[in-house]
């Protein structure tokens, strides 16, 4: 029994998006604003962009984030069920906003309907958060290191110790918190939807 491909990577991805534009290096690199080296080197896989580049690629290039991070799906094949993907820290996509570090988990699976993400929290007050958030879905918040405390516009603040979590309605207006006595909080989330579009909406939430 053959072994199944391994998921593409990002220079993959990358040489498919200008194979199918027809585009030469040179070209790709004026359309993005991307040095023609830098280029090169992802496609070869002897280098990664930073959130900042793959969301400039994104804009200029007029393509979902999300498709940086899979294969082109161009059959209609219905859906393989034995997909997998292992998830390191080290090949996580960093996001970094004044509240939050996102790590988000197991980019290179497209089409994902949970997305894993390991935060850093860093906000210790609501008024300091600012506005409550809200996106598509549901999520589930475990936390790994700290404490934290959940701001919902439907319920009280409730506190989280390590070891604890919550599952609440993500288009319900949410913030985390760090808890007094604490400098910052590491929590694993999930985030889900029925809507493919998910990794997009929190990626533009996040950026």
């Not at 790994?144 to 405390?149: D, P």
Request: with cysteine.
């Amino acid at each position: 029994m053959a072994d199944r491909a391994a998921p593409p990577t990002l220079g993959t991805v990358m040489k498919s998006i200008r194979s199918r534009n027809g585009w030469t290096l040179k070209e790709m690199s004026a359309k993005s604003g991307i040095p023609v080296s830098t280029l090169s080197k992802v496609e070869h896989d002897r280098l990664t962009l930073s959130y900042d580049k793959l969301q400039q690629l994104s804009q200029r290039l007029n393509i979902r984030m999300s498709d940086l991070f899979a294969e082109d799906q161009s059959d209609s094949a219905p859906r393989v069920t034995g997909r997998r993907s292992v998830g390191t820290m080290d090949q996580a996509v960093r996001v970094t906003t004044d509240n939050y570090d996102y790590h988000y988990l197991c980019t290179d699976l497209r089409q994902k309907r949970m997305i894993p993400i390991i935060t850093r929290i860093r906000a210790h007050s609501a008024s300091e958060f600012g506005e409550l958030v809200r996106h598509q879905g549901e999520e589930f918040i475990y936390v790994l290191e700290g404490e934290i405390e959940i701001h919902t516009e439907f319920y009280d603040p409730v506190a989280l110790k390590t070891g604890e979590g919550i599952y609440l309605d993500s288009s319900m207006g949410h913030a985390y918190v760090v808890a007094d006595g604490f400098d910052e909080a590491l929590v694993l989330g999930v985030c889900s939807s029925a809507d493919d579009g998910l990794m997009d909406s929190l990626m533009s939430l996040h950026g």
